[in-house]
């Protein structure tokens, strides 16, 4: 008998140190997973969305807002429709590319339609259908639609359904935008709904910051619409056009065309997201000519006035036979009448002088080969070849530019140099970032120094001279002194160059005493004329016309 008592201690003995040990278990050890558990199942968190940043163009014009939007959503407890009766009777709100799913039963909440306005939901509202309720949010808004649409992207989806910004000024500043979301805690029973009359906890959002810009609305106006008109009577597939401050690198204008309107961008194709300007390469043209003219009268292997000993004819270069764009030969011309002329011939010589080293060395000083850095998300660097891996055939292709890519944005940053007197400046589109307590000013950025004032003076003056006694001298604006260069460049595919398309450029910069800005046009497969002396440049100049008008600038004589 006492062995058995003996037997039963123990066994009481044993249990209670494995149940003394589970309450120690979960009281103590587990206490803080078993608390949140408990606080999970009690209460509920939801997101509060902040405020999305807006968008304001130079003259304080909203270019990106945000207004009401409506969630629908049903609580499959309290409704007393099927899946298959709820989407007949919500069939007239549904839009293109949207369908309604099957709510599942056993939720007090599914989300059904997004983004409705006010005028939807009080439709919705009108049918008086048990179950259903609306969550309000935000949806971007842009007032001028397409008007500026690769410069400011879009506000889509990440991979949570939570709003990002993509592309353009969207995606670059997104996480200045989206501010910063905040929490509401809220009591709720079984079934996940809230209690009523129970205390709710709420973590303010904060909203997100604000964008000025440098961008010229008005002129953006001009540009796009001049642009399009342009396409349309040249019969060009597309097109771009920018125009930059370039005493300080402001982005004044920018303009790409066929284009998208940024509120509905899930209707457009997705090519047409990405901006040309930043995002794609291109063979330049005679306009790189100015860039390597300056290269050279920098490195004083030559001089404006020097007499080139090789233009009289054709050049050749192994295999390969050089003429210029019109096979006409101007002997003895001086380094101005290369620029004049647009002579590949001449182009070839001063290359020859420069060397490659020194060429290699002032494309890096122009800003090619690396980003311009512009406060733009999509932005490509086209690279340049070692300089192991450069023929004679490449350094003279060059010289006139071709076998050498650039994007547009570089461009229009490197001739700025030659018009603001040899400073390189990055390219910037927004001036200020702000909100209620603060604001920050984005000073402009010099990246350096690439060539002297006075090589900067003479390479104005040679384009001065190439706009007043070249091809397109018949669209100059009268009384207006233009310092500018036109561009014809063959496009290459599948390894060779198209011998009927080409992109058409004029690039230059205006007034020429204190230019104010520098512009950048460019037309793709231009079907009336493959020159660019004779669509891109007067385009350009109907451009200028306007901005003279529009600034009030006065004519030079």
Request: hydrophobic content about 40%; proline content about 6%; aromatic content about 12%.
């Amino acid at each position: 008998m006492e062995q058995r008592l003996k037997l039963v201690a123990l066994f009481f003995l044993i249990a209670f140190f494995f149940v003394g040990g589970k309450l120690f278990y979960w009281q103590v050890l587990q206490k803080k997973n078993l608390s949140a558990l408990a606080t999970r199942q009690h209460y509920a968190r939801q997101e509060v969305t902040a405020a999305r940043g807006k968008i304001f163009s130079k003259d304080d014009f909203p270019l990106a807002l945000n207004r009401k939007a409506f969630l629908l959503y049903v609580n499959p407890q309290q409704i007393k429709l099927s899946s298959a009766g709820l989407k007949s009777k919500l069939k007239a709100f549904v839009k293109e590319g949207e369908e309604i799913k099957d709510f599942p039963p056993n939720v007090a909440w599914f989300p059904l339609l997004k983004d409705l306005n006010e005028e939807t939901k009080k439709a919705i509202e009108n049918l008086q259908i048990t179950g259903l309720g609306f969550e309000e949010s935000e949806k971007r808004f842009y007032p001028e639609a397409s008007m500026s649409a690769q410069l400011l992207g879009f506000v889509g989806e990440d991979d949570k359904g939570q709003p990002k910004g993509y592309f353009g000024l969207e995606g670059y500043y997104d996480n200045e935008l989206k501010g910063k979301a905040g929490q509401r805690l809220f009591e709720q029973d079984a079934l996940g709904r809230p209690l009523p009359l129970a205390e709710e906890w709420e973590e303010r959002s904060i909203a997100g910051r604000n964008l000025f810009l440098n961008l010229d609305r008005p002129l953006q106006f001009i540009v796009e619409s001049y642009l399009k008109k342009g396409i349309e009577k040249y019969g060009a597939s597309s097109g771009w056009v920018a125009v930059m401050d370039p005493q300080n690198g402001a982005v004044l204008a920018m303009a790409a065309y066929p284009s998208y309107d940024p509120s509905q961008y899930s209707r457009f194709e997705p090519d047409l997201f990405r901006n040309p300007l930043i995002s794609s390469a291109f063979e330049p043209g005679s306009i790189f000519k100015v860039l390597v003219m300056a290269a050279a009268i920098d490195a004083r292997v030559v001089k404006a006035d020097d007499i080139c000993p090789s233009c009289d004819g054709p050049r050749r270069i192994g295999d390969y036979t050089i003429k210029t764009w019109n096979d006409k030969y101007f002997p003895d011309s001086s380094m101005e009448e290369i620029i004049v002329h647009s002579d590949n011939v001449g182009m070839v010589y001063v290359g020859e002088k420069l060397g490659l080293n020194r060429f290699y060395d002032y494309l890096k000083k122009f800003g090619l080969g690396e980003k311009t850095n512009i406060d733009l998300q999509g932005e490509v660097v086209p690279s340049l070849r070692e300089k192991k891996d450069w023929y004679d055939l490449d350094l003279a292709a060059a010289t006139f530019g071709q076998g050498i890519a650039v994007t547009p944005i570089q461009m229009l940053e490197a001739v700025s140099v030659i018009a603001n007197g040899g400073k390189l400046y990055q390219p910037q589109v927004v001036k200020k970032i702000f909100e209620d307590s603060r604001t920050i000013t984005i000073e402009p950025i010099k990246r350096g120094n690439s060539i002297s004032a006075s090589t900067a003076k003479i390479i104005t003056q040679m384009m001065v001279e190439a706009v007043e006694k070249g091809e397109a001298k018949w669209a100059q604006p009268k009384g207006y002194q233009i310092a500018g260069k036109t561009g014809t460049a063959q496009i290459p595919i599948a390894g060779h160059y198209d011998p009927e398309k080409t992109i058409a450029s004029f690039i230059g910069f205006a007034p020429v005493n204190n230019p104010k800005f520098a512009m950048l046009v460019s037309l793709r497969e231009p079907k009336t004329s493959p020159w660019g002396s004779e669509t891109a440049a007067p385009l350009w100049f109907e451009i200028a016309k306007e901005i003279f008008r529009l600034w009030g600038i006065a004519p030079d004589y």
